[in-house]
Structure formats: C-alpha cells, structure tokens
C-alpha cells in the first residue's frame, strides 16, 4: 500500500489532468508568445522583442489609464458590496416575520446570469425610454432626462451600481453564515456589560466576522480586476473608454487589434496584479487565522 | 416617586421596540423592492407594447399585456436569432450539466484528499489549484484558441466542456472538501475496521452523508457554467455550440428596436438559475460558507 502522500497523488491524479491539462500549455504559450510581436492567430516566424512588449505596457499611457479605472472599480465595487453585504445581513439575521422569504428572494440577483443582468440595467439607464429616468422625473428629483451611460465617468460608476445590485447578496449570506457562528452568550455578555447595540456591533461582532471580510475581499477584488463581461454587454468599454477595463483592454489589443504578442503580455501583466493582490490579503488571512 | 418612574421606564422601553420593529420592516421592505424591481421592469418590459415602452411619461402598468414576443422565439424560422436563442438554452443546458458530472467526478476524490489524508503541502496543493481561479481567462485564451483550431474542438460543445471542467473542478475540490471535513471521520474509521477499503468508505459511508454538500457543489458549478461568457464568446460561432450568454449578447445588437423581444430572452436565460437559487438557496449557502468557512 503507497503511503500517505502517495494515496493522495493517486486521489488527485483525475484533477491535476482535468485542470492543469488544460492550463498549462496555455499558459506557457502566452508567456513565450508574450517575447514576440506576433500580430496574426497563424504559426509563422515573429521578431523576438525580449522584454519590449513589456516596456510598451508599462510605458503606454492607455494602460495606465485602464488601471486606475479597474482599480477605482474594484475599490468603490468591493467596499460597496462589503458595507451593504454586512448592513443586509444583519437584517437577515434579525427576527421578523417573513425572512424565510426575503432570504429567498435576496440571492435572486446573484443567481441572474451576469449578460442579462447587464442587458436588464442598459436598459433601465436608457437616456431615452429608461426606467431610471422615467423614475427620477417623475419623483421630480431631476428635471430633465439624462444619459447615464453617455459620459465616460458617470458610465463607470453606473455599471457599479449594476455590478454592486448582483454581487452584495454573496457578500451578505458569506457574511449572514460567520453571524450565525457567533454564540449569543457573547451579546448577552456584552449587554450586561452595557454596551448599546452600535457599540456591541463595533466590539463583539465586527471582530468575528473578520475571516468572512476577508474572503469576501479576496474573492470580490479578483473578480472586479478581472471584470469583462458585464462592461462587453453595458458599454463596450465605451464612451470615450470610460468604462475599459484592463481585461478589456487586453482582449481589444490582442482579438480587435491582432497585437496577440502585445495582449499576450497585458495578459501576464494582470494576473502579476492580481497575483499581488491575493499574496497581500492571503498574508492578513493567516495572521487573522493565527488567533 | 418610585412607583411612578417604572411604568415610564417600561413605557419607554416599549417605544423603543417598537420603533425598532418599524425600522425593521421598513428595512426589508426596502430591501425587497430594491432587489425585486429591476425584475419586475424586465418582466413588464418582455410583455408591455412598444407603444407603452416608449412613451414618456412611462406607463408603468402596460395597457395591455401581450406574450407574442415569448411565442416569437419559440416558433421562429431556423435561421434567425431567435432560434440561435433556442440552440443556446438547449447547448447551455448540456454544457453546464456534462461540465459539471464531470468536474464533480474527479472532484470528489481529490477534496477526499484534501479533506481526509494529511500530506505534505496539502494546503499548498490545495490554493494551488484555487490560484486558477485568479488567471484572467484572457491569459490562456490565445493558444487554447489555436489548439481547438488543431484538434477540430473549435465550435464544438466538448470543446468549451473542456474548458469549463477546467475552472469548474477548483471550486469542486474547495467547497467540497470543506464538507468532507465537517463529517465526523469515526463513522469512516469504523468502517475501515469493519474491512471496508478507503474508497470502500468513501462511497458508503462518506457520500451518502455528504449529499446535502454535492447537491450545493453541484448547483454552484451549475450556475458557474451557465453564467460563463468570455470563452462561449471566442470559442462558438454557431448554433451548435454558442451558449445562452453568447445568443443574448448577439440577441441585444440585433433587436435595437424592440428592447422587448431581448427583454423576453433575457428572462428565459434567467429562469433556470433563478429557480435553482430560489428553491435551493438554503443548500447553496450553507455549502458555499462551510466551504469557504472550514476550506
């Protein structure tokens, strides 16, 4: 009988193929594709640029401007669906008639597939026929009809409302399952100690739900640096770029502009940031973890 | 002094009750038209007239309600977007089902590993298989492109099965086998004594108490497959293979007329994770926290 690690391997052998037998290659495709200025999807000969492709990146100002806009995206995105996650599920969790059916009824955004929940807001944004509008005249907050979608900055923010709408009931029901793990004894414990409810929110449940917190701000900033889909089918990364994300970016330079060696490189340059991103909270993971 | 001071303070105590209450409903009640009424506008939308869409002020409440747009898709002619739109639900419905037994297939065995067996780098091995999950796709995209094009897997369903396997399984090893872990390991002991071999065990005894966890790994690889665009994109061109997503993004540039017919679309692409969330929201989250939670 093999030993401990080797039952192991023979356990994970069907998974490491499944995964890595698709990534792999790839992979190491990209990054050797990533030296050379490859500008057609076809086997040929390609100047060999070294590390210019990455120069080109780091030195192009349309990069850079693709960053800030992801990194202003994943920030307001992330903290958004942290602050309301927590504020939605602290309802949750409170005891009132009917929750069964708003817990139902709240994981309904999440569930909705990510192009037609975009369609759904291009549509409630409409500067024409849009609900949004129709709404907000009729409230008479504005006078006039807008274009929510029609200048570079607002459209950002806009396609994070949509984003925030569909992804804080994940961070709510993470968050709702580490309250569930908080013994009542220690409210009771901190009531009798006399602390209000703010104050039993700040000391005694914040602080365990910090390992929840954490995992939501990984996995949510990983998504919202890799974010294309939802600004494909809003704005096309449009007006005026506004709304390019650097996975949009990438994917317009290698698939619209057949740059696939220039792509090639953005493509490592984002997982690099990603990668960084990940070290950073997995380095707070642990040291929460370690109490 | 005294007995008067106690009726006050309970007087007061109960405002404060009920004022909580008030907030209470009020916040769900909130929180119930936030969440429902983008629904209910894409609802109205898919069976409200052109007229009554178009009008300004708009008439929220149709003047008449029509569902000639949802028999519009399904009686189309073969070779317009609307029947592309059928292709999908059907190609998305074996896509995500044949990604997700088999990612559960080779799943299951390996978060056995993870849950089970302690090695050396076992929580190593373990993110090293979620750190896929950081990959932008766009990083692999190119040459898996080009050996498709190689292998004649290019606008094939197995093709993008393939693919989805290949981010479905880290999350299948991950949420699983955080529940693996939650199953008290005597039970299996005891089976082993009783001459059961390790996969002996597994099948009996471990499974059958896991069911709860499979069903909630199962529906999340589901509506992780079902949701997928980037790839469908770039890997399917016709109706043999393009996905849902792909078949409403195409859906939207076509009918810029009639925001209508794509509303009704979206909504048919909707109702198979809608429903799943709904009815087995209580599974989904306790297997996706357990998993987070415990992995």
Redesign the interface.
């Known amino acids: 009988m093999p030993g ?2 080797g ?3 023979l ?2 052998i ?2 490491l ?7 792999v ?3 190491g ?2 990054l050797y ?1 990533s030296f050379f200025d490859v500008n057609s ?1 076809f ?1 040929g000969h390609y100047p060999f640029l070294g590390l210019g492709n990455y120069r080109r990146t780091f030195t192009n100002p349309a990069f850079w401007a693709a960053i800030r806009r992801t990194a202003y995206f994943t920030m307001v995105s992330t903290w958004f669906e942290l602050l309301l996650g927590i504020l ?1 599920a602290l ?1 949750l969790n ?1 005891r ?1 008639h ?2 069964g059916i ?15 929940n975009g ?3 291009r ?2 944004f ?1 500067p ?2 849009g ?1 949004l509008n ?1 709404l907000l ?2 409230l008479h907050v504005i006078s006039n009809y807008r274009s929510w979608l029609g200048s570079p900055f607002l459209a950002l923010n806009m396609v994070i409302v949509a984003d925030v ?1 569909k992804t804080t ?2 961070a709510a ?2 968050l ?3 309250l569930q ?1 908080i013994p009542r004894e220690l409210h009771e414990a901190a009531r009798v100690d006399g602390a209000g409810a703010v104050l039993g929110f700040f000391r005694v449940t914040l602080p365990l739900l910090v ?2 917190i954490l ?1 939501i701000l990984v996995v949510r900033t ?1 998504e919202a ?2 974010v ?2 939802i600004i ?2 809003m704005t096309r990364g449009g007006p005026a770029n506004g709304t390019q994300s650097i ?1 949009y970016y ?2 317009i330079q ?2 619209s502009n057949q740059l ?1 060696g220039y ?2 490189a ?3 340059v ?2 690099l940031f ?2 960084g991103f ?1 070290l950073i909270y997995m380095r707070l993971l642990r040291t929460e973890f370690a109490y | 002094m005294r007995t008067e001071g106690r009726p006050a303070r309970r007087r007061k105590r109960r405002g404060k009750r009920a004022a909580y209450l008030v907030l209470l409903y009020a916040a769900a009640v909130l929180t119930a038209v936030i969440v429902l009424a983008p629904f209910a506008w894409l609802l109205i939308s898919s069976v409200a007239s052109p007229v009554d869409l178009l009008a300004r002020p708009l008439k929220w409440i149709p003047s008449h309600i029509s569902f000639d747009r949802y028999t519009s898709i399904f009686h189309a002619g073969t070779n317009d977007a609307a029947a592309d739109f059928r292709s999908g639900m059907i190609n998305s419905a074996i896509i995500a089902s044949s990604s997700v037994a088999i990612s559960m297939a080779v799943g299951i065995f390996g978060a056995y590993a993870f849950a089970r067996i302690d090695f050396r780098f076992r929580r190593t091995s373990l993110l090293f298989f979620l750190s896929t999950y950081m990959l932008p796709p766009i990083a692999i995209l190119i040459p898996l492109y080009l050996t498709m094009v190689r292998l004649h897997l290019l606008d094939t369903k197995i093709g993008l099965i393939v693919v989805y396997c290949s981010f479905i399984t880290p999350f299948v090893l991950w949420i699983l086998s955080g529940h693996f872990r939650t199953i008290p390991r005597d039970l299996e002991d005891a089976a082993r004594i009783d001459g059961a071999s390790r996969l002996g065990a597994l099948f009996r005894v471990t499974l059958p108490l896991a069911r709860s966890g499979l069903l909630a790994t199962a529906l999340f690889g589901f509506l992780l497959a079902w949701d997928e665009f980037l790839y469908a994109l770039i890997f399917t061109s016709s109706a043999q293979a393009k996905t849902i997503p792909v078949a409403i993004a195409e859906f939207q540039g076509r009918f810029t007329v009639d925001f209508g017919l794509v509303a009704a679309g979206g909504i048919l692409a909707a109702i198979p994770p809608l429903l799943i969330a709904f009815a087995f929201q209580r599974y989904i989250v306790s297997g996706l926290s357990s998993g987070a939670v415990k992995g």
């Open positions: 401990a690690a039952t192991a391997l356990l994970l069907p998974s193929i499944v995964v890595f037998g698709i990534v290659y790839p992979l495709r990209t594709t999807p086997p939605l309802l409170a009132f009917g929750r708003l817990r139902a009824i709240v994981i309904l955004p999440w569930a909705l597939p990510t192009i037609v369609l759904m807001w549509w409630i409409n024409e026929y609900a129709a005249t009729q709408w009931p994940l029901f993470l709702l399952a580490g793990t390992p929840s995992i990983i640096f890799k294309f889909d494909y089918i996975a990438a994917y290698a698939f696939f792509g090639s953005l493509a490592y984002i997982a990603i990668l990940a």
